[in-house]
């Protein structure tokens, strides 16, 4: 057994952003890009669509890299917590897709999902798979604390 302490908290912190990184690319890629069902953007011209597509494209590996940054530092140091790392990095994907679902899809309307009749099932399967995600992490979330609790380590 290690007799290094793990640290909670920034693994679940580096998680998040690895989350929410990743997610944000699986959107930019698939839904923007390979699918080209919508861009960040749709309430203008295609090169501002483009741009804003560029934009979240950079936010999302600005995520990612410190994300990694985190978890590297974490692992180097062998304080990397496995149960609040996975825990972060389903809450972070979570989070990114019910926020991107509630938010820009509805709230601000800088694009749907997909511009169809029926949009309803699009945003159903949309913020469904985000609240799934958030779900499992909270699961696992709940799991580490529990087993951070009988192990006598702490998680804050």
Known sequence: ???????AKG??????????????????IVFHQILAWHHFFDRSTLAISLLSDGLL???ELLMLAAGFYLFVRLSRHRAVSRRYAWAGLFLGAGAF??????????????????YVDNLWLYDLAWNGFGVLLLVVGLILWRQARAGAWRSGVSSR
């Not at 693994?11 to 930019?28: H, N, Q, R």
Request: without cysteine; hydrophobic residues 50%.
């Open 1 to 7: 057994m290690s007799t290094n302490p793990v640290d």
């Open 11 to 28: 693994s679940l912190t580096a998680t998040i952003f690895l989350g929410v990184g990743l997610m944000a690319a699986v959107d930019e």
């Open 57 to 59: 494209h950079s936010a």
């Open 97 to 114: 897709q019910l926020f991107d679902g509630i938010v820009d899809h509805k709230v601000l309307r800088l694009h749907q999902v997909r």
